[in-house]
């Protein structure tokens, strides 16, 4: 079982910048691909960001591509996601992902409010 816990959103203008935070409970987060996914009001959740269990490879949405940076720290249980160059498009409820394809265990955290006002 593992828990997310996710912290850092909050309200900025176009052109800012936010950094949010993943807490991860369990022995075993560096066993996990651990994500970033946002679903906008109206609107399906979808792929921001993705980090491999050792932090060797990344995966960006291209719509995020440039401007954001996933990075994780295996030994803080902790994944971020730096955002910059922030606009109003990116405004969203921001999910923490932890995906263990061969165990097939996927967990989400609660999510955390992203507004970037224009």
């Known amino acids: 079982q593992v828990q997310l816990a996710e912290s850092g959103g909050g309200l900025v203008q176009a052109g800012g910048s936010l950094r949010l935070s993943c807490a991860a409970s369990g022995h075993t987060f560096s066993s996990y691909t651990m994500g970033w996914f946002r679903q906008a009001p109206g609107k399906e959740r979808e792929f921001a960001a993705a980090?491999?269990?050792?932090?060797?490879?990344?995966y960006y949405a291209d719509s995020v591509k440039g401007r954001f940076t996933i990075s994780r720290d295996n030994a803080r249980n902790t994944v971020s996601l730096q955002m910059n160059s922030l606009k109003p498009e990116d405004t969203a409820v921001y999910y923490c992902n932890a995906d263990n394809k061969q165990t097939m265990k996927s967990y989400w955290g609660q999510g955390t409010q992203v507004t970037v006002s224009s």
């Open positions: 980090i491999s269990w050792s932090g060797t490879t990344t």
